[in-house]
């Protein structure tokens, strides 16, 4: 049977979305938040994203997960339910589902429509297993209480989207989700997190020759324009990706390539040539500095896997 349930927590929000981003829009700098890069092109320029040869993160970690996958199942222990934190198209999750046998799986993404899809193609495929979808932003506070009762756990939160967040809301993310383990014995979550590394391969990283990680982030002022009924070129605006090394941090930004005038929302607003909108921070940590934030969220016991060349860490916090 390819029946999955399905909750859209998003919708109700709707008006205050779109308060923030032209709030957001206004303000000086400008900044638009990254969970709007995820419209249906956003997610496939994403997914393509994962596949080049300067995105380094995402197959370090399959790496790692499977080099590494005996050690974490037997971490983890079967019959979790099973949460899938930003689950996307769920492929990521999928992998473990035969290994660690959940009894549940509830995946949560922004994406909607990449979740329906993603779900009326994995549900059959797991007849045994109850999955239920929920839309929801999970840089609001993380309330599951409600849908998963007391079984034990399993957050998985790979791909380090964690880096998106910075170390504050981070923490804040991490002690929800603590919060939630501390209900049943067993619990704890398995994170992907980016670590730090020459400057060059990072930047290279979000700025690739095909000109893909460009095209996501222009990509967003086309998702914006339909929100928030505002009229930006996306062309109009260069991709610019850096490293900050004394934040530890990749920074995204569109940058104005002329003068220009950009109707948002009913007024009007200038962007000079060279002025920045930010769109993303990608934040990468040593394993001693996530080790340290996951104590400070309440996690007493920490495992951390990595690939030879520590490009990446696996985390199993309980
Ligand atoms: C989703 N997130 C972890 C990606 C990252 O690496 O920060 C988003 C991304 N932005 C540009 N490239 C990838």
């Given at each position: 049977?390819?029946?999955?349930?399905?909750?859209?927590?998003?919708?109700?929000?709707?008006a205050?979305?779109r308060?923030?981003?032209?709030?957001?829009?206004l303000?000086?700098?400008?900044?638009?938040?990254?969970?709007?890069?995820?419209?249906?092109?956003?997610?496939?320029?994403?997914?393509?994203?994962?596949?080049l040869?300067?995105?380094?993160?995402t197959?370090?970690?399959?790496?790692i997960?499977?080099?590494?996958?005996e050690?974490?199942?037997d971490?983890?222990?079967p019959g979790?339910q099973?949460?899938?934190l930003?689950?996307?198209?769920?492929?990521?999750?999928?992998?473990?589902?035969?290994?660690?046998a959940?009894?549940?799986y509830?995946?949560?993404?922004?994406?909607?429509?990449?979740?329906t899809?993603?779900l009326?193609?994995?549900?059959p495929?797991?007849?045994?297993?109850?999955?239920?979808g929920i839309v929801?932003d999970?840089?609001?506070?993380?309330?599951?209480?409600g849908d998963l009762g007391?079984a034990?756990?399993?957050?998985?939160?790979?791909?380090?989207?964690i880096?998106?967040?910075?170390?504050?809301?981070?923490r804040r993310?991490?002690?929800?989700i603590?919060?939630?383990?501390?209900?049943?014995?067993?619990?704890g979550l398995?994170i992907?997190?980016?670590t730090?590394?020459d400057?060059?391969?990072?930047?290279?990283?979000?700025?690739?020759a095909?000109?893909?990680?460009?095209?996501?982030n222009?990509?967003?002022?086309?998702n914006v324009?339909?929100i928030?009924d505002?009229?930006f070129?996306?062309?109009?605006?260069?991709?610019?990706?850096?490293?900050?090394?004394?934040?530890?941090?990749?920074?995204m930004?569109?940058e104005s390539?002329v003068?220009?005038?950009?109707?948002?929302?009913?007024?009007s607003?200038?962007f000079?040539?060279?002025?920045?909108?930010?769109?993303?921070?990608?934040?990468k940590?040593?394993?001693?500095?996530?080790?340290?934030?996951?104590q400070?969220?309440?996690?007493a016991?920490?495992r951390?896997?990595?690939?030879?060349a520590r490009?990446?860490?696996?985390?199993?916090?309980t």
């Open positions: 049977m390819s029946d999955y349930r399905f909750f859209d927590r998003l919708r109700a929000d709707a205050a979305e308060r923030a981003i032209v709030a957001g829009l303000a000086s700098p400008s900044t638009i938040a990254p969970k709007h890069f995820y419209d249906s092109v956003g997610c496939a320029l994403f997914g393509a994203i994962c596949e040869p300067e995105y380094y993160p197959r370090t970690e399959r790496a997960f499977a080099g590494h996958r050690e974490i199942v971490s983890i222990g979790r099973f949460v899938d930003g689950a996307g198209d769920c492929c990521k999750a999928q992998v473990w589902l035969p290994f660690l959940p009894k549940r509830i995946a949560i993404d922004i994406a909607g429509d990449a979740l899809r993603a009326a193609r994995m549900a495929e797991f007849p045994q297993l109850e999955v239920t929801a999970l840089t609001r506070a993380l309330d599951l209480r007391d034990p756990t399993l957050f998985f939160y790979p791909g380090s989207s880096g998106n967040f910075t170390p504050d809301e981070a993310f991490l002690t929800d603590h919060l939630h383990c501390i209900v049943s014995i067993g619990s398995l992907g997190v980016d730090k590394k400057p060059r391969r990072l930047t290279a990283a979000y700025d690739d095909l000109g893909v990680t460009a095209a996501f222009r990509n967003v002022l086309r324009n339909r928030v505002a009229n070129d996306a062309t109009a605006f260069a991709h610019i990706a850096l490293y900050d090394q004394a934040h530890g941090r990749i920074e930004h569109l390539r003068p220009q005038t950009v109707r948002i929302d009913g007024t607003r200038v000079a040539a060279g002025e920045r909108i930010h769109t993303e921070y990608s934040y940590y040593t394993p001693a500095e996530f080790t340290t934030l996951l400070d969220a309440g996690f016991s920490v951390c896997w990595q690939d030879r490009d990446f860490a696996v985390y199993w916090a």
